[in-house]
């Protein structure tokens, strides 16, 4: 967490575990806690686990020219990413934050704060959700991405 907190995150840091890269190597955002939760480690600062905390960064991210992975699936293969003429993927999920609850603040920036619903879209709209149960954005670019919170998840006494 600290080389995080020192560089921002990058695309591709030298000494980080890589947790998979379906979509090439990127930086992989969501836009539902649950999704980024499924990813988090606990830490203590040296390493080791004590079962009572987590930590999330809550980032703005520049999607710029997005590309649709549901309506043009090229299938999960890493080579084939980023799209030409693209800044980002966008691989939607089923469950997103209810958009009626979207709140649009400086420049246009976009935060989700609704409760999550299910999308009811037909098989015939174009859309493939596969296994993805939530949305994941994946950014290609380290200045793409701007950590703007740190935070911590406890529970237990």
């Known amino acids: 967490m600290l080389s995080i907190l020192s560089s921002g995150l990058l695309v ?5 575990v890589a947790t998979g890269k379906a979509f090439g190597n990127g930086t992989y ?6 999704k980024s ?4 480690y606990e830490w203590t600062g040296y390493g080791r686990t004590n079962g009572k905390g987590k930590y999330l960064f809550l980032c703005d991210v520049a999607l710029g020219r997005v590309f649709d992975h549901n309506k043009d699936g090229r299938g999960r293969r890493a ?12 691989v939607l999920g089923g469950e997103v934050p209810d958009p009626l609850c979207t709140m649009r603040i400086d420049g246009g920036l976009d935060v989700p704060l609704g409760p999550v619903v299910s999308m009811n879209r037909d098989r015939g709209s174009g859309y493939f959700f596969g296994w993805w149960g939530h949305s ?3 950014t290609y670019k380290d ?4 950590l703007r919170y740190l935070v911590r998840l406890r529970w237990g006494p």
Do not use: K
Not at 37 to 40: E, L
Not at 79 to 90: E, F, I, K, N, Q
């Open 12 to 16: 591709t840091p030298m000494n980080a």
């Open 29 to 34: 955002t969501a836009d539902v806690f649950e």
């Open 37 to 40: 939760f499924n990813y988090t």
């Open 79 to 90: 080579d084939l990413y980023p799209p030409r003429d693209s800044d980002s993927v966008a």
């Open 136 to 138: 994941e954005f994946i």
């Open 143 to 146: 200045s793409q991405t701007a």
